[in-house]
Nanobody
């Protein structure tokens, strides 16, 4: 079994920072592309940023200047550092990971972590 679990969400004031973590565990052969997505109330889920096992990163343009994605391959963990947070960043943030196991390769999603930016 494979699990993907996010953590680090919470309530923060505008202009503040948060660091999200996503850890994959279980019978993992390789951990390939990992990404952060978010879904605000009443809106579709959108891509925040992705990172490959080789270290390549890509961001949605509107978030590139304030967010930074990184990963610690030894810990099967990915991070999202979010700075200068705005109320419109309020959303549930989800982790996605492409994971290879003995049974093949698949996309795995976490249950999400809530980020609320408010006074």
């Amino acid at each position: 079994q494979v699990q993907v679990v996010e953590s680090g969400g919470g309530l923060v004031q505008p202009g503040g920072s948060l660091r999200l973590s996503c850890t994959a565990s279980g019978s993992i052969f390789t951990l390939d592309v990992m990404g952060w997505y978010r879904q605000a109330p009443g809106k579709q889920r959108e891509l925040v940023a992705v990172t490959t096992s080789g270290g390549t990163t890509n961001y949605t343009d509107s978030m590139k200047s304030r967010f930074a994605i990184s990963r610690d391959s030894a810990k099967n963990t990915m991070y999202l550092q979010m700075n200068s947070l705005k109320p419109e960043d309020t959303a549930v943030y989800y982790c996605n990971a492409q994971i290879s196991t003995a049974w093949g390769t698949g996309d795995y999603w976490g249950l999400g972590t809530q980020v609320t930016v408010s006074i």
